[in-house]
């Protein structure tokens, strides 16, 4: 069968992560949400997502497809009724579709397919805070799906341990002189990662291949590192899609950054507002600050935006794709796509300055910025050019 993921009705309320990316390729827990599904599956899927993204995510539609909404994260159950999904058959959890088979020729009317209801738990990314808060959940579950029946690859003497069966590393892993307590969560560092000496972690926490915890960091969960990834400092139930840094002190919380970010060092963002209030962050789609429901919320960080040293946010800030932040003091709490600048006032960040910098930054990972990725960037300043207003 040919799986697709698509987008669905909760693309705009995941931006600014889905500026650059379709839904499918947000990372929560430990793998993103298109690994999940592939791995459950057992095969590769394609995307429906929006035009301008089709080239680095294209589609294959063949003859018979199985459409999967990929803001619904995957479980057993889950997937042996989208592996047993026959023509006009849909799943449903109330009003919204899971998933659907589709005929590659053919106009889907829901109101002639056969529905059938999932009456079960599942994990759902609607809104970018989902990312962190729903993150111990989405931890445990991959923790228990791609570790059973396997054995953790030795861990080092020079460790103390808490709850060690709840501890694992995948080959390659290195883990010295430091204390691991997976009591309230569980603890996966992956495949050649490394927590160097001296370094606190409470689990739930998940440091994905070929991540780096530097010396003396303060972990706990639940927070998850994504591949190629360097941190230290403190970090608490934040996110960190892949090959971003937060190398140094300084607190990062209730936190969601995407790839090629880097935070200054010592810089700090506030996740508690001072009279206790619930957070309300920057909403894309109605274009204003809408209620989290949180009372903790930190950090919200688009693709390839850097802070300078001794940055300070605010509790709940939005900050756009490609943003240079390096004028001290507290910037607003929105900041939009290719912003230069600080609290004392932002200008227009080019694209050729941004491009320049992110060739550098991904060429030290091995990773080359080609003409896709530059489209889909000049594509995102574009759309982003009615909310810079310098």
Not at 342 to 349: D, H, L, N, R, V
């Amino acid at each position: 069968m040919n799986y697709i993921l698509y987008d669905g009705t909760v693309r705009e309320s995941l931006l600014p992560f889905t500026f650059t990316r379709p839904v499918a390729d947000i990372r929560i827990g430990i793998l993103t949400i298109r690994e999940k599904w592939e791995k459950y599956l057992n095969t590769t899927t394609t995307t429906v997502t929006e035009d301008y993204l089709s080239d680095k995510y294209p589609l294959v539609e063949l003859d018979e497809n199985v459409l999967i909404n990929a803001s619904f994260l995957p479980n057993a159950e889950l997937v042996e009724m989208v592996e047993s999904l026959q023509q006009y058959e849909a799943i449903f959890q109330g009003e919204e579709v899971i998933a659907f088979f589709s005929l590659g020729d053919q106009e889907v009317d829901f109101s002639e397919y056969k529905s059938i209801e999932f009456s079960g738990e599942l994990i759902r990314v609607e809104n970018t805070w989902d990312i962190f808060s729903k993150n111990a959940q989405a931890l445990q579950a991959d923790f228990d799906f791609l570790t059973e029946g396997r054995i953790s690859a030795p861990i080092s003497s020079t460790n103390s341990l808490i709850n060690p069966e709840n501890i694992f590393l995948e080959v390659g892993a290195s883990v010295e002189y430091s204390i691991l307590n997976a009591s309230e969560g569980p603890i996966y560092i992956g495949k050649d990662a490394e927590v160097w000496e001296g370094s606190l972690i409470r689990g739930a926490f998940a440091l994905c291949d070929n991540a780096v915890v530097k010396m003396g960091a303060k972990i706990y969960g639940a927070t998850t590192v994504g591949p190629y990834g360097k941190v230290c400092g403190e970090i608490s139930n934040s996110v960190i899609f892949g090959y971003s840094s937060k190398g140094h002190e300084g607190y990062l919380g209730n936190a969601v950054l995407g790839e090629w970010c880097n935070i200054g060092a010592d810089s700090n963002n506030s996740n508690l507002k001072n009279n206790y209030a619930k957070v309300r962050l920057w909403n894309y789609a109605t274009e204003k600050f809408e209620q989290t429901g949180l009372q903790f919320c930190g950090l919200m960080m688009g693709d390839h935006s850097k802070t300078a040293i001794n940055t300070m946010f605010n509790t709940g800030t939005v900050i756009g794709v490609n943003v240079n932040i390096y004028v001290p003091g507290f910037p607003r709490n929105f900041i939009p796509s290719f912003s230069w600048g600080g609290a004392s006032g932002f200008s227009t960040y080019m694209p050729v300055k941004a491009f320049d910098a992110a060739k550098v930054m991904m060429a030290r990972r091995g990773v080359t910025f080609d003409e896709k990725e530059a489209n889909i960037l000049n594509h995102v300043f574009e759309l982003t050019k009615k909310w810079r207003k310098y």
